[in-house]
């Protein structure tokens, strides 16, 4: 058996260890919300979360982007969320980022402030959520692919052929488009 001045000593040691522990954060320490926030986002706050948004100028618009994070000096950072096989972004996810972030720069209860000329895809994983960054388009170019895409749904301009057929894949306009129709189709059924 120890003896009772050993035993008071490493109990005293003890509540030292556990004091130092407390101070220096390791204990207690409060668990991250997010913990696989990307490092740049780190310190950012959730400002909304899957909230409709609708513009009607300088174009009409609507959406709802997953979150918005803020950075603590107030710049305002859409993410989206994507389930699917790898882990790659595309020029679709492009769009649509840049699209909530014309949302944000528009809306009454935002445009007073700034928003990040980039965007997360965030993949959820089994070991913790994946985020790639992505760079959203230039105001000029995104119009240009709202007012396209406004004309092609009125049926009053044709698509372009795809560079890839794969584009074609999930598309909306198959049932109206011709190239689907009578090329991407003849080649599918190859
Ligand atoms: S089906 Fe037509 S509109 Fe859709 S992606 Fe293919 S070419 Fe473009």
Request: glycine residues 6%; hydrophobic residues 35%; charged residues 20%.
């Amino acid at each position: 058996m120890l003896p009772l001045d050993n035993i008071y000593l490493a109990s005293f040691l003890f509540v030292l260890a556990l004091i130092f522990l407390a101070k220096s954060g390791y204990l207690f320490k409060p668990k991250e919300k997010y913990p696989s926030l990307p490092y740049a986002l780190k310190g950012a706050k959730l400002f909304m979360n899957e909230q409709y948004l609708e513009i009607e100028n300088p174009k009409y618009l609507n959406g709802i982007p997953d979150q918005v994070w803020q950075l603590p000096n107030g710049m305002l950072v859409p993410i989206d969320t994507k389930t699917r096989k790898s882990m790659k972004t595309n020029e679709y996810d492009r769009i649509q980022l840049t699209g909530y972030a014309y949302l944000l720069k528009h809306h009454p209860d935002t445009k007073h402030l700034p928003i990040a000329p980039y965007g997360y895809i965030r993949f959820p994983m089994q070991l913790g959520d994946q985020y790639r960054k992505v760079q959203l388009l230039k105001k000029n170019a995104y119009e240009e692919c709202v007012d396209r895409y406004t004309l092609l749904s009125a049926g009053k301009i044709q698509p372009r052929k795809p560079q890839n057929t794969k584009f074609c894949v999930g598309c909306g306009h198959q049932d109206t488009c011709n190239y689907f129709l009578f090329n991407v189709k003849k080649v599918g059924n190859r």
